[in-house]
Structure formats: structure tokens, C-alpha cells
């Protein structure tokens, strides 16, 4: 059965599986045959690390993109955002040191990051501003990291591209883990193509009061991301409440005219087909509250 989602939703390799059989290319057309609207990947690729929900879009042929690619404009979705990933893993401090060298390496990567996201027809790409440097003053970390990332908007902007910043709440070493920091180098850097990541799993762990937090920075926004806390499962396994969360944004955006893709970047919380059938079932409940 299709269903006509008011909200751009986007699962990712993965989320069905089961029910879709192991080709990729038929996951993204059982996901459209559910009435999905848009996919996303959470991996990256060329660091020693399981690639979790996704494939890793930079580690993928340019054929096998351009497949993706096509496959997503026939049944009119739209791609989200995918991840650029790390400079080295565990991170290092390659955007708060200012090391040049460790900058071009990220640069580089951007640029690559663009090639990736022409192929897929993509507008978004995740990026994460690796580990603090304990060496230095919190406010010369930021400064180091602004320039870095003002030298990324230089890559991203002409190609229509933003790279969405997203703070995490885990590995302990990382520089960005709050919406409030976010919104801080998205004003700095003062550039339609670095906007944040409102990821709700993460932030729910680093400072709760999602509403609030989401209000006070919500002009900086690009992209939503879902996880339910502490598991990271679906909507509806923890402890936010997202009927009430979901009402709040809903609402907002629509009298604003804005539209947001939300990823799908968590676990199915049961096995087989049970666990695929509870997860659609609730992102309708969330859609219910609408």
C-alpha cells in the first residue's frame, strides 16, 4: 500500500531489507512503492569501521552512482544527504588544529563530495568537524574550524550543494556536539551552503530540549535526522516523544513555507519482517499526529 506522507521521510539501504530482497536498487523502489519521497546513506567508506545504514557513497563505482542516480529520478525521490566521513577514524583534530595539510585533505574530500552528489542528483552531504584539540584554546579550535569550512563553501556552493553539520554525542573526542555550536559556525561561516543537522538522537543525549533548541536555531536548519534515545531505533522504542516534537516542526515549517528531508538514521528495533512492518508502522502514528 502507498502512502502519502506529508513529510519528506527518507529511509536508507537497509531499512527494508528484508521485504525488498538484498538488491539495492529495489530497496530504493520498495521504498517508493510505500509512498517514500526520499533516501538518504549514513556510511562512509576508507576508514576501518562498519558501514552501518548505508553503503558509503564515496566508496561506490561512478557507475553504480549513476544507477542510484537514475533509479532515484524515475520514481521522482529525492536523494539526502550522504556522508563524507572522516579524515582518518578514530578522528583526529584535522579541522581544529589548522593543520593546512590535514584542511586539504578535507578539501579535497569536498571535492570529491561533489562529484559523488552531481551523480546521485544530491544537494546535501554530511559533514562532522572530526575531533577537538585539547592543545588549544576552545575559541582558536573554532576559528580554525570556521576557516576551514568557509574554504569548503567556496567547493559547495557553486555545484548548489550543502553540507550539513552534525553534531555528535559520540566518540567522546569530538569537537561538535551541540545545536547551539552548530548555529554559531553556520553564522559565521554565513553560506546557503552550510546549514545544520538537527540530529535528534545525538542531541537528545548532548542537551535535550529538542523544541527549544530546534526554535533557537532553527533559521540555520537543513536537514533533520531520526533516532529515538538510548537505543536508536525507531520512533516510538524511547524516550522522545515524537508525535509532539513532529507537531511542533510541522507546523512551523508549513506556516513558513519550508520543507525538510528527514533521515530515517536509526535501527529497525525487531528482527525480520515484524521489525520492518513496526518501523513503517511508526512513522504513520508520527503522521497521524500531524
Known sequence: MKHDFKLKYAPHFGSFKLSAGDDLLDQIKYAADLGFTAFEDNAFSGVPMPNLMGIGMLGQEPSYLDKIGSTLEKLNMEMGTFVMGPISWPPNAAYTSGDTGLREQFLEKCRTSVEVAKRLNGKYVTVVPDAADPTLPYEIQTANVIEALKKATDIFEPHGITMVLEPLSFPPQVYLKRSAQCYLLAKAVDSP??????????????????????????????????GDVPERHEPGTGEINHEILFQHIYKRAKSEGKEFIFGMEHYNSKKGKEGEEALLNSYLKIEAAL
Not at 551552503?193 to 537543513?222: A, R, T, Y
Open 193 to 226: 551552503s552550510c546549514k545544520i543537522l538537527f540530529d535528534m538522537f545525538h542531541l537528545q543525549q548532548n542537551e535535550g530540549n529538542l523544541i527549544k533548541n530546534i526554535d533557537l536555531v532553527w533559521d540555520e536548519i537543513g536537514y533533520f535526522q531520526i
